[in-house]
């Protein structure tokens, strides 16, 4: 059997950590579709919001990426990723970036989701290294990035409601 980059033989572990790590987009637009189709105009308005800043959110991680470039686990170690990937840039994870930035935005229109987001995030953080994709710092600096790029950004769309609207 095949090892993982930890060592390990692959298991149905590898196959829950492969899907924890591609499944998340999905995770976050169902949970967000639902909220949309059950919420009133408030949830609708901070639920297209939440998704403009997780697009700016991971824009902004990719442009990091091309800016400052770290090996990604498989190129710097030689070992082989549980699914494959480009060997762009490893930091920050965009994945991280946007998951975490959606997960602030839908806790804001509903805690419950919110909570079931933060679990999410915190497994997608873990699965990411653990697939090969990304290193510990990788994904700690994508969700300060996602989480700072929410913040930010709380302040520029009163700004941009008041001019247009």
């Known amino acids: 059997m095949a090892k993982s980059w930890f060592g390990l033989k692959k298991s149905y572990l590898d ?10 987009i999905y995770f976050y637009w169902l949970i967000m579709l639902y909220l949309f189709f059950t919420g009133d105009l408030k949830v609708k308005f901070y639920l297209f919001k939440t998704g403009v800043v997780g697009l700016i959110a991971v824009y902004l991680a990719k442009y990091l990426g091309k800016r400052y470039y770290f090996p990604r ?19 920050p994870s965009d994945h991280v970036t946007g998951a975490v930035a959606l997960t602030m935005g839908i806790w804001e229109v509903s805690k419950a989701a919110g909570i079931m987001a933060l679990v999410y995030v915190v497994f997608l953080m873990i699965s990411r290294i653990y697939v090969g994709h990304h290193y510990l710092r990788d994904v700690l600096a994508g969700a300060f990035l996602g989480g700072f790029v929410y913040y930010l950004l709380q302040f520029v769309f009163p700004l941009l409601i008041d001019i247009f609207v």
């Open 73 to 91: 686990p498989f190129v710097e170690k030689g070992i082989k990723p549980l699914y494959p990937h480009a060997a762009d840039s490893s930091f």
């Open 15 to 24: 196959k829950v950590m492969v899907y924890l790590s591609l499944g998340g």
